[in-house]
């Protein structure tokens, strides 16, 4: 099982590259098309409406085009050995609607956190959580720091029975097939425990069947954020080289979609994460 093709969200962050470098490495074991996606900072439309603006939107759209095709030279520089297909796709407008749009197409989503030490990293806010709750597509996103030489050899997954977390599971497949899993099983106080909760028993058999070695831990319950520290202290504990989880929201406010556990993972990163709404 593989994924069809990978696109990688570029932008003119330093961390960029490293992003791209992983990606391409997953494009060439999936042998699949490698898509990258550029989509940077734009000005906000009423700065575009105020009077006496002509000069500043020329520039502007002077700088961002200057930024787009210095990315498309890296783009260009560093695929042009693969063995797979590329594609180069640069945005324009709106850079959230826009990257949904290209993204939606993707087998898995390739994205980068947020790093504020960075102005290059800022495209739109709440761009990452955009595309985690809304693209419909698996993302794998990779911390600001770091280098990570190995992706889904040994995984921590996060399993509360739910349906994000289903989708999270059969989504990282391709990533993890024959890797070392452990199944972190636990339920936060605020919540009931649902009649359909699926258990984590089953979980364990469909990644059997894909040649995984699994272990389950049950974890006690707590706050969203006591899970997410806890699943970030067993990630570290496991020497994981992968997170695997569902993305949760709250209601359809962009301000308020972040569930605290997924809130808690996106902040404070240490090895990529892929997540599944």
Request: hydrophobic letters at 45%; glycine letters at 8%.
């Amino acid at each position: 099982m593989r994924y069809e093709s990978i696109l990688v969200h570029l932008d003119a962050s330093q961390s960029a590259a490293r992003r791209l470098e992983l990606a391409a490495r997953l494009a060439v074991a999936n042998e699949c098309r490698l898509i990258g996606l550029f989509a940077g900072f734009m000005a906000p439309a009423w700065v575009y409406a105020m009077q006496g603006t002509e000069q500043f939107m020329a520039e502007d759209r002077e700088r961002r085009h200057q930024v787009r095709d210095e990315v498309r030279r890296r783009f260009e520089a560093a695929v042009s050995e693969l063995s797979v297909e590329t594609e180069w796709r640069a945005v324009e407008g709106e850079p959230v609607a826009m990257a949904l749009r290209e993204a939606r197409e993707a087998g898995l989503i390739v994205a980068g956190q947020y790093d504020p030490s960075d102005p290059g990293s800022f495209v739109a806010h709440q761009f990452l959580e955009s595309l985690i709750l809304e693209a419909g597509r698996p993302v794998l996103v990779i911390p600001l720091a770091g280098v990570f030489p190995t992706v889904g050899t040994r995984v921590m997954l996060a399993w509360n029975g739910s349906r994000e977390a289903t989708r999270a599971l059969h989504d990282s497949i391709p990533l993890i097939a024959g890797a070392q899993v452990r199944i972190l099983n636990v339920q936060t106080t605020s919540k009931e425990m649902r009649a359909d909760a699926t258990p984590c028993s089953h979980a364990a058999r469909t990644l059997m069947r894909y040649g995984v070695a699994v272990e389950v831990e049950h974890g006690t319950g707590g706050s969203d954020l006591t899970i997410g520290e806890l699943l970030l202290s067993r990630t570290a504990d496991f020497n994981a080289d992968l997170i695997v989880m569902g993305a949760y929201s709250h209601g359809h406010v962009r301000e308020l979609v972040l569930g605290g556990v997924t809130r808690t993972l996106l902040a404070s990163l240490t090895v990529p994460v892929l997540m599944s709404h």
